[in-house]
C-alpha cells in the first residue's frame, strides 16, 4: 500500500493494470501496487489519456466535464468570465465544469450570413481575423452583394463582415455622389456642312444602383454613348451661326429629351451644357473677318452720328448768332483769340482801332 495526496485544484484518474478505475478529488487516499494515478488541474483544459469513451462510462466523471465536439466548417469561441480566451479549431475537447467558468460559442463557418451576433469590439482580436472578411462601404456608397454569382441584396454604409470560407463573396460599390462625365473634343457637322469640336459635359448621380450595376454592363460608357448621340441629335440641325447663338440651350434639351434614356441606366440627369466650341482655323478666321466688319460699320454709324450732332448743332449756333448781333459780335472775337493763339507776332499801325484793325486781318472783305 502507498499513500497519494491530491492537491487542490486537481483531480486524479486511478488505473488499475493500466484500465481505469475511478477519479479522486482533493485528498489523501490509500493505493495498492497494482494502481497507479494520473493528476489534473481543474484549471486547463483535460486531454484524456485513453479513449475518451471509456472514461465518460463512468457517469460521475463525465458530468464533471464539459465535452466540445467541434464540426468540420466550425469554431467554437471559448470565453472565461465572459471574455474571449481562445478559438476551438475542428476537433473534440473535454474541460472542467466546476473550477473553469467557461462558455462556448460555436460558430458556423459555411454560413454567409453577415455576422451579427458577435460584439464588434471582438472583430480586432487577432485570433479572430484569420477567420474574418470585410467589406468597408463608405458613407457616400452603396454595395451589390453577390454570394455565388447570385444577387442577395443591396448593402447601406458600414463594415460588413463574413466567416471565411469556401463560398464566393463579392460585393460591388458605387458613388452616390454626382459626378460629371466629360464628353471632350467630339467632331460634329452642322446642318451647314460646318466640321466644329465640342467639349461638352454632364453631371449625374446614380439614382438606382441595381439598374446601374445589374441591368447594365460600364453603365458609364453608356452613359457616354449617350451624350455622344444627344450632342450629334442637338448640333446636326443646327447651322453653325444657330448653334453659336444656342449653344446655353443644350443643357435643357439633354434633360428633357433623354431623361427617361438615362434612367434605363440607373442615373439621374442634374445638368448639362456645352464648355467650348472649338472652330477649324479656315472658319475661324472668316468669323474674325466678319467680326471685324461688324465692328467697322458699328464705328462709321457711330462717326455718321456724330457728325450729324454736330452739324446740327452748328445750325442752331448760326441762327442764334443771325438773330443776334451782339452774339455774333461775341462769336466772331472767340474765332479771332483763337487764331491770335497760332501766330508768333502781329504788326499793327498806329491809326485806327487796334481791334478793328485785327478784324480786317482775320475777316473776308465782302
Wanted: proline share 2%.
Amino acid at each position: 500500500m502507498r499513500q497519494v495526496r491530491i492537491r487542490k485544484g486537481t483531480i486524479g484518474l486511478v488505473f488499475k493494470n493500466g484500465d481505469y478505475e475511478k477519479f479522486l478529488e482533493a485528498g489523501k487516499y490509500w493505493l495498492t501496487m497494482r494502481q497507479s494515478i494520473k493528476t489534473y488541474s481543474l484549471f486547463h483544459e483535460f486531454k484524456a489519456p485513453i479513449e475518451l469513451d471509456l472514461l465518460l462510462s463512468d457517469k460521475a466523471l463525465a458530468n464533471r466535464l464539459d465535452i466540445i465536439d467541434v464540426k468540420d466548417n466550425q469554431i467554437a469561441l471559448t470565453y472565461e468570465k465572459g471574455r474571449l480566451k481562445e478559438i476551438l479549431k475542428t476537433g473534440l475537447y473535454t474541460f472542467w465544469k466546476e473550477q473553469l467558468p467557461l462558455t462556448f460559442e460555436m460558430i458556423d463557418l459555411s454560413s454567409t450570413k453577415a455576422i451579427t451576433s458577435i460584439d464588434a469590439s471582438l472583430f480586432q482580436r487577432a485570433v479572430l481575423m484569420p477567420y474574418l472578411r470585410m467589406f468597408v462601404i463608405e458613407p457616400f456608397e452603396k454595395g451589390l452583394l453577390f454570394i455565388d454569382g447570385e444577387f442577395e441584396g443591396v448593402m447601406g454604409p458600414g463594415t460588413h463582415r463574413f466567416w471565411k470560407n469556401t463560398t464566393s463573396i463579392e460585393v460591388q460599390k458605387v458613388d452616390l455622389r454626382q459626378q460629371q462625365l466629360e464628353v471632350a473634343g467630339q467632331e460634329i457637322l452642322t446642318k451647314d456642312k460646318a466640321a466644329l469640336r465640342v467639349n461638352f459635359y454632364v453631371h449625374y448621380k446614380v439614382a438606382d444602383i441595381k439598374t446601374a450595376l445589374i441591368d447594365n454592363k460600364k453603365f458609364t460608357d453608356q452613359l457616354y454613348i449617350l451624350m455622344q448621340f444627344a450632342l450629334r441629335e442637338f448640333i446636326g440641325t443646327l447651322t453653325l451661326d444657330e448653334l453659336l447663338e444656342k449653344k446655353d440651350e443644350i443643357g435643357t434639351y439633354i434633360l428633357s429629351h433623354f431623361e427617361d434614356k438615362a434612367k434605363e441606366l440607373g442615373v439621374a440627369l442634374n445638368s448639362a451644357g456645352i464648355r467650348d466650341v472649338i472652330l477649324p482655323g479656315d472658319i475661324k478666321e472668316i468669323m474674325n473677318q466678319v467680326l471685324v466688319a461688324q465692328k467697322r460699320a458699328q464705328a462709321n454709324s457711330i462717326t455718321r452720328r456724330e457728325e450729324t450732332a454736330a452739324t446740327r448743332s452748328l445750325l442752331n449756333t448760326a441762327k442764334l448768332m443771325e438773330d443776334n448781333t451782339m452774339l455774333f459780335k461775341l462769336k466772331e472775337m472767340e474765332y479771332v483769340e483763337k487764331i491770335a493763339e497760332k501766330i508768333g507776332e502781329i504788326t499793327v499801325s498806329g491809326g485806327g482801332n487796334a481791334v478793328e484793325q485785327l478784324k480786317a486781318i482775320f475777316s473776308p472783305e465782302k
